[in-house]
């Protein structure tokens, strides 16, 4: 039981750092600020948009600012690395949930195996042999049951950060497809992002 408590503080402290993350990075967002950067990328305002993205704690526009940094070379990739990173960030430990979620149940496997083994010692020995042969399977089905209701309650929040990874990898891959497009309508109008120049501070 010692082992399964252990993996029980663990995944809870992993669950815990997991929703602070998110609830962080959710507090950052500003739809505002994003559609603002967006309408001056479109117009060609260039300078607009870095002033939207330069000193925003936004990941969306953060991941502008990345792109606009490295106009003269290549914002696509450069936009791309940063999501990268920033999606890495948001799977960081959840494979600590994942092995949580296999090794929970067999160690509650291994505990009912071993108590049931321990169990059979009294067979024979005396007249109350079945009552505590009987106490002692009920006891060692603790284990399992322990094992079972810990990989329960970790694979709910573990499929749930996965699903919000997932979201946010669709969404900065729409930002960024968006952006390109953006900049490829101010591109046919003569405003070339490559020649924007990120303003000294």
């Excluded at 006891?139 to 329960?152: H, N, P, V």
């Amino acid at each position: 039981m010692w082992p399964m408590l252990a993996l029980f503080f663990l995944a809870f402290t992993v669950i815990l750092d997991r929703a602070i993350w998110w609830m962080r990075l959710r507090s950052r967002i500003n739809a505002s600020r994003q559609e603002q950067a967006r309408d001056a990328l479109g117009r060609g305002e260039f300078a607009s948009a870095w002033q939207c993205c330069a000193n925003d704690a936004d990941p969306f526009l953060e991941n502008l600012r990345n792109g606009m940094s490295h106009a003269g070379t290549s914002p696509l990739a450069a936009m791309q690395l940063h999501a990268s990173n920033l999606l890495e960030k948001s799977e960081e430990r959840l494979w600590v949930l994942s092995t949580v979620i296999t090794l929970a149940p067999l160690l509650g496997l291994l505990g009912t195996v071993v108590g049931i083994m321990g169990s059979f010692q009294f067979v024979g020995n005396d007249q109350l042999a079945v009552t505590k042969v009987s106490g002692g399977i009920a006891e060692a089905l603790i284990a399992t049951a322990c094992g079972l209701g810990i990989a329960i309650l970790c694979l709910l929040p573990f499929n749930f950060f996965r699903k919000k990874t997932a979201m946010l990898r669709g969404k900065l891959e729409y930002w960024i497809n968006h952006s390109e497009l953006l900049a490829g309508a101010a591109k046919s109008h003569g405003h070339h992002l490559s020649e924007f120049k990120v303003p000294a501070n």
